[in-house]
């Protein structure tokens, strides 16, 4: 098994740029699945569940091979969001397999439901669904326990280089495997920091300007961006600052259960057959509770500031559920698909379209908070 693996390591390593041109490739396909044959929706999801399970694993091995290998000397530095969660990943195994779990299950738990829909009762589907969100609601609360800071999405780094610039294979078989003599030579210099000798022209700031005109751009526009910030040089775990009040924590519990409310509420009405709002009510008051409870972080701290932006702007997925989707965006939506089948430009968008809205319809985690 171990001899398996390592062979499809090595393939991987040769064969990183064709491979992620192909799951790129594969993704965009998987978008116009829906409605094409029977169970295309299942096709499709899983098909995409597959694809992220497999980038999950070959971002693993890439991110040995680009930490183990001397001969690759990134040019531009991590992201914020990378450097907290690999930090993070590699002080605790904890954090580790619990962050992996949570993410194996964002991508598989759509596939779950479709799979469920076709198997078992309606009680039974809800039942599954809830027992997801308990789950992920208790693995949730135990990576707020163990960081002591606002959890960030997602929750794992992200690829976040060039597959074309990892050095060329070498005859090491596997990041996982020791070569079998070391390397007498010192290694080679990157291509990048050669001197190839050719005379690079002077910047546009360095030319004294033409007597006809000016420079457009000032030194201060062209150096400001590359001047180093505070969150450049704290270290990576420092990057959010722990929760020091009962009120922070209060309030990133109650964005963590949000979800699990939510799903609880609807299953309940669901399975009573009773059309209430009280579960996007209730959701929609924790999602402010939470916003207006959280800390207003400094200006300094760009990671914080990026995380609570990204989850106001979820907020717009409101819109997609409960009574707000079915009196307001549905019927929008269609009168648009109806007006593109007649417009020979917008058809192709407006199909598209009506292909996706039973599904938001019939599925809870096409839109699941």
Request: net charge positive; charged share 20%.
């Amino acid at each position: 098994m171990s001899s398996s693996l390592a062979h499809y390591e090595s393939f991987l390593i040769n064969n990183v740029s064709t491979i992620s041109s192909l799951e790129s490739s594969l993704r965009s396909i998987t978008w116009f699945l829906p409605g094409r044959f029977k169970d295309a929706e299942l096709a499709s999801e899983a098909l995409t569940a597959l694809l992220n399970v497999t980038s999950l694993y070959h971002d693993t091995i890439l991110d040995k091979v680009v930490s183990s290998n001397p001969r690759y000397r990134p040019l531009i530095p991590a992201s914020l969001h990378t450097r907290f969660t690999r930090a993070w990943t590699e002080k605790t195994t904890l954090y580790k397999w619990t962050a992996r779990a949570l993410e194996l299950i964002r991508f598989t738990e759509l596939v779950i439901e479709m799979s469920l829909r076709r198997k078992v009762s309606e009680k039974n589907k809800w039942r599954a669904i809830v027992l997801l969100e308990t789950i992920k609601a208790v693995l949730r609360i135990l990576l707020l326990r163990t960081t002591r800071r606002p959890l960030v999405s997602p929750l794992i780094p992200e690829r976040d280089f060039d597959p074309n610039t990892l050095p060329p294979p070498s005859n090491e078989s596997s990041p996982t495997l020791a070569p079998s003599s070391p390397s007498s030579s010192p290694p080679a210099t990157p291509d990048h920091l050669r001197n190839n000798y050719i005379p690079l022209s002077p910047h546009s700031l360095l030319k004294s300007p033409s007597s006809g005109g000016s420079v457009d751009t000032s030194v201060e526009d062209f150096l400001l961006p590359k001047a180093l910030t505070t969150s450049s040089v704290k270290p990576s775990l420092s990057l959010i600052r722990k929760l020091s009040s009962p009120q922070d924590w209060l309030s990133e519990l109650i964005y963590i259960l949000r979800p699990l409310v939510y799903a609880s509420l609807l299953a309940s009405d669901r399975l009573s057959k009773q059309r209430s709002n009280r579960a996007l009510v209730a959701a929609l008051f924790m999602e402010f509770l939470s916003r207006n409870l959280r800390r207003a972080p400094a200006t300094s701290a760009v990671l914080e500031r990026s995380e609570y932006a990204r989850r106001d702007k979820d907020m717009i997925w409101y819109l997609l559920r409960g009574s707000i989707w079915e009196s307001y965006t549905r019927p929008k939506l269609e009168a648009f698909t109806n007006h593109a089948s007649q417009a020979h430009w917008l058809g192709l968008f407006g199909a598209f379209v009506r292909e996706w809205i039973p599904l938001i319809d019939d599925y809870y985690y096409y839109t699941a908070p």
